[in-house]
């Protein structure tokens, strides 16, 4: 996609870090905006103040773990603005721990935001892009860790290595049809963002009541918050990578080179037949 200026953008996770630099980048190149959250409050705010920067937004209250939300988004947008052009499923959360004491909640609330909110964003999106038959472009929101599996944090790796293969295989889907529509995995190390705080969006039917977190746990949720409080990049960084990656049709958009290595180790170690090497060793 070539041309920002008065096409319209639906941004999944909207209302906080990547999806909010994302949207604010968007307003700056004249698109008009659909944006989509669960938090009431944060999406009023955010939408306000794009709104009296200028930009056309609609903001739809939206979980996007729950596939009519994502419906009522597409048709949402739809009827404010006549058609799509730019998808970003963005939402995420990231619970932690050592894979075998992550509850069911866990991964029902991860698997839900993470990854069916992008299989919704991909399977209620892409007919319409593509009846539109206009340039347009999906982004997905993966990780790093849809590269490599980094100790800790096995519920997340799980929902972001299954992000890049939906989009890869979306990717191949698209190609062989021929369609102008393009798509892209955002894969980025440490922002800092609200993502060590995810818990604040955890759904009270799937919270773990009663459970008392381990000095692993804890310390795995102290280093995960350092971590992203010291990525040195801003959102608005990966904001303008990612419209890079969509101007020049690129598909993966990896933002930390000083990962590479770690993804390297691990191809190497597939090919070679080795044990995995620890990412974070
Ligand atoms: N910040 C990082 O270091 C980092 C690195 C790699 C990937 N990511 C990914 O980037 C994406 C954005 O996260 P972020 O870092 O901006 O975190 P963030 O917490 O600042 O923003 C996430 C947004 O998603 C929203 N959200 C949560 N659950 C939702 C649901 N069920 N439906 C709709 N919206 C929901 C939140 O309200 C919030 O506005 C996530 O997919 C995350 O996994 C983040």
Not at 58 to 80: F, W
Not at 167 to 174: A, F, G
Not at 252 to 280: F, V
């Amino acid at each position: 996609m070539k041309e920002f200026r008065g096409k319209v953008a639906v941004i999944t996770g909207g209302a906080g870090g990547f999806g909010r630099a994302m949207a604010e980048r968007c307003a700056r190149e004249g698109m008009k905006i659909a944006l989509a959250d669960v938090d009431a409050a944060a999406l009023a705010s955010t939408a306000a103040e794009l709104k009296a920067a200028g930009a056309a937004v609609v903001a739809v209250h939206t979980d996007v773990s729950n596939g009519n939300d994502v419906e009522r988004l597409a048709q949402a947008t739809l009827e404010a603005f006549g058609g799509v052009h730019l998808v970003i499923n963005n939402a995420g959360v990231s619970p932690l721990g050592v894979v075998w004491e992550n509850t069911a909640a866990d991964w029902q609330w991860a698997l839900g935001v993470n990854l069916w909110g992008v299989i919704h964003g991909v399977r209620v999106f892409t007919p319409i892009m593509l009846v539109q038959g206009a340039e347009g472009h999906i982004v997905n929101t993966a990780s790093v860790a849809g590269l490599i599996s980094p100790p800790g944090m096995g519920v997340y790796n799980v929902t972001k290595h299954a992000v890049v293969a939906l989009t890869e295989t979306l990717h191949h889907d698209l190609a062989r049809r021929g369609a102008k529509l393009k798509c892209s995995v955002l894969c980025p190390a440490y922002v800092p963002t609200g993502i060590a705080d995810s818990e604040r969006n955890r759904p009270a039917a799937l919270m773990n009541d009663g459970r008392v977190k381990s000095a692993e746990q804890l310390a795995l949720e102290s280093n995960l918050r350092k971590a992203v409080n010291s990525g040195r990049l801003s959102a608005a960084d990966i904001a303008q990578a990612v419209f890079e990656a969509v101007r020049e049709e690129r598909f993966y958009i990896l933002t930390h080179p000083k990962i590479n290595s770690a993804i390297r180790a691990r191809m190497e170690d597939i090919l070679a037949g080795h044990n995995p090497t620890d990412p974070l060793g």
